[in-house]
């Protein structure tokens, strides 16, 4: 199995639509979105949802009213303002509440209180889905309104994609990966066999291009670049082309704006499915690369 990791170092740059598209071509694949921030590769490839889990991690203080004797002892120490006191009309303490979005974890509240008022409890941050697509399992994930961790997730999601496509004998494992260069992407990045960086010639595209390369390069894992939207700007276009160049790596497609892409997304379908001239071609060009690069080093 060879896992086929597509990131970008900013949002916005195509890397979804690119991974629907390398899904729809891709045969024997396991599909995973690593996005569980902004998870939307389901909006492209409809998946059925086949079984779910929940996810927990970290806790979050809670009070007791009933053990509470409104000291405000705890109010007075938290630095996140995570501790509200509630007052009747009459302006005299109603009671002490804690604000679960607020709330860092800090727990000096919880080693303050006088009485064993507040406790820390678990959290449930999200949800897993293994889900069935006409290319293939999907495992893909939601985290929680402001709940964190998504590191811990992206693993996770990363974790039940591999033994799936282990327990099927499936070739490939395509990851959508997040944008950024934190927590989330490192997660995302362990264990990958390529890094296809989606970028587009825009001066914050080519500098969070930069930044994910040298991550990638951190972890020693092969990385390709992909421009997308490559027309919009030709003078940032070869300036990425003369950064890949010094840092060795192959810049190994190119896509031009089109609308073909919009009509595409406004239909829910993967590009390559919907048009049938050159966009469909290049990508169809790029995945014949992506299957050289591991034959070739099948034969080495």
Not at 32 to 40: H, I, K, S
Not at 45 to 54: A, I, S, Y
Not at 160 to 170: D, N, P, S, W
Not at 231 to 253: A, H, L, M, P, S
Request: charged share 25%; with cysteine.
């Amino acid at each position: 199995m060879k896992q086929i990791l597509i990131i970008s170092g900013k949002g916005g740059t195509g890397k979804t639509v690119l991974t629907s598209s390398l899904a729809a071509l891709a045969k024997a694949a396991v599909l995973a979105d690593c996005d569980v921030d902004a998870a939307d590769l389901h909006l492209l490839l409809h998946p059925v949802v086949k079984g779910t889990q929940e996810f927990w991690s970290g806790q979050k203080a809670v009070i007791d009213d009933g053990q509470c004797i409104n000291c405000g002892r705890c109010l007075s120490l938290c630095r996140f303002e995570a501790i509200k006191a509630l007052k009747n009309q009459d302006g005299s303490l109603k009671k002490i509440e804690i604000d679960p979005i607020a709330c860092e974890e800090c727990r000096v509240c919880y080693y303050t209180c006088p009485v064993g008022a507040i406790q820390m409890e678990d959290r449930l941050s999200g949800l897993l889905f293994i889900s069935e697509t006409k290319y293939g399992p999907m495992v893909h994930a939601k985290l929680g309104i402001a709940e964190e961790n998504s590191g811990k997730l992206v693993a996770l999601v990363k974790q039940k994609a591999q033994e799936i496509a282990q327990a099927e004998g499936k070739r490939w494992l395509i990851i959508d990966g997040p944008p950024g260069i934190g927590c989330p992407v490192i997660a995302s990045l362990s264990g990958v066999d390529l890094v296809l960086v989606v970028t587009e010639p825009t001066l914050s595209g080519i500098y969070d291009m930069e930044r994910v390369i040298d991550l990638a390069a951190h972890f020693g894992v092969l990385t390709k670049v992909f421009i997308n939207k490559c027309d919009i700007n030709w003078d940032n276009t070869r300036t990425i082309e003369e950064i890949c160049q010094k840092r060795g790596i192959e810049v190994i497609g190119y896509l031009p704006f089109s609308e073909e892409v919009v009509q595409s997304l406004i239909l829910g379908m993967p590009v390559v499915e919907y048009s049938k001239g050159m966009i469909a071609e290049e990508i169809i060009t790029l995945w014949k690369k992506i299957e050289a690069i591991f034959q070739k080093e099948g034969k080495s």
